[in-house]
């Protein structure tokens, strides 16, 4: 029951939906206070995890208190923990005990998961920085040229960040241990979803695909899913495995919408975000050349002129100036607007999804709050 990768995109809200916001007035949502108390026990345990595996590997050797440094350096740093949320309130929902400590290491997994996945990914993307700091391939390129070590620097800070991804997902199991047979389906099943999408998302931007249903489906499958859907199913399942054919569809009719709105609004932040707020330099995506619902929406609805100036997405050097230039495009051809409308729809399907699912009043309420959050966000 739990296997939704035939699910629809979008949904029938998107249809009904009023016209878009203005530009210049998107809303924005305040951060629901119980994301911070979720937050807070997480890091407490994943702080309790490193700082005993530090000390058992740098007894062994000094040497390997780094990359578990590393995991410590970009998981500590912040960061929303949206996924021990969701986890969290898929527990509580189901009638889990908010005192399980089961559901905390839970959502300390997937905050390794989610690390295994931005250190890779930063190697992927030769990224530079992650929440206002360097990375972790980039930090230790700059180690080997400082110290003239053998070989190829850039390979080298490659290689290292790769064993940190690894090591961080193992860390990840290990939190997993003691799960029932139902838990470690949908894990094994989220890990696999996220490979695929991540696939997908290379194969994309390396073909420079342009096309909305490819857009659409990377979106879902490299982010959306593994942030909402599946942290969802997963602790309902550990919460009630019995009611898994009841409750499940019920989260995915909340959890694949406002997936498709998080990872649209994090489209939004990759194209036009401030990187004060982001960490992450200005107009990333369009460097990258990441195949995006934004930009599909953009080249479906330009000119051939405009055309011209979005075929320049996907160069790394490309400059403020250009940078600029393409950002003009997306807003001139309607697409930025279509996209906010878009995910306003999404948000509002999937808080109507919620409010009739099987669960407490008291997850309902807050996956409502969180909706509106993730929707609305600014970083």
Known sequence: MWHTHAARMGGSAEHACAKPPSLGDVQTAPTPPSLALVAGRVDDRLRVLLAAEEARWTAFDPDLGDPIREIGRLVLAGGKRLRPAFTYWGFVGAGGDPGDPRVIDAGGAFELMHAFALFHDDVMDDATSRRGAITTHTEFARRHE?????????????????????????????????????????????????????????????????????????????????????????????????????????????????????????????????????????????????????????????????????????????????????QQVIVDTGALADLERSISCLTDEAIVAIERAPITDEARDELVQLAHYVSWRQV
């Not at 070590?149 to 290292?160: M, N, P, Q, T």
């Not at 003691?178 to 890990?191: K, T």
């Not at 695929?196 to 879902?220: M, N, P, S, T, Y």
């Not at 602790?235 to 649209?264: H, I, N, T």
């Open 146 to 326: 400082q110290g003239g070590w053998a070989g190829e620097a850039r390979r080298f800070g490659d290689g290292v960040a790769i064993l940190v991804g690894d090591l961080a997902f193992v860390y990840a199991d290990q939190l997993m241990t003691g799960s029932s047979p139902q838990a470690w389906a949908i894990w094994n099943e989220l890990r696999v979803e996220l490979n695929v999408g991540q696939v997908l998302d290379i194969l994309g931007g390396a073909r420079h695909d342009r096309r909305r249903d490819k857009a659409e489906r990377i979106c879902r499958y490299k982010s959306g899913k593994y942030t909402i859907e599946r942290p969802l199913h997963l602790g309902a399942v550990m919460a009630a495995p019995e009611r898994e054919a009841e409750l499940l569809p019920a989260l995915s009719a909340y959890g694949l919408p406002l997936g498709d709105a998080f990872q649209m609004r994090d489209d939004v932040m990759g194209a036009f975000g401030d990187e004060a707020l982001t960490g992450k330099p200005v107009g990333g995506d369009l460097r990258e050349g990441k195949p995006t619902p934004l930009l599909a929406r953009a080249v479906e609805a330009s000119t051939p002129a405009q055309h011209e100036v979005l075929d320049l997405v996907g160069r790394p050097e490309l400059g403020d100036d250009e940078v600029a230039r393409i």
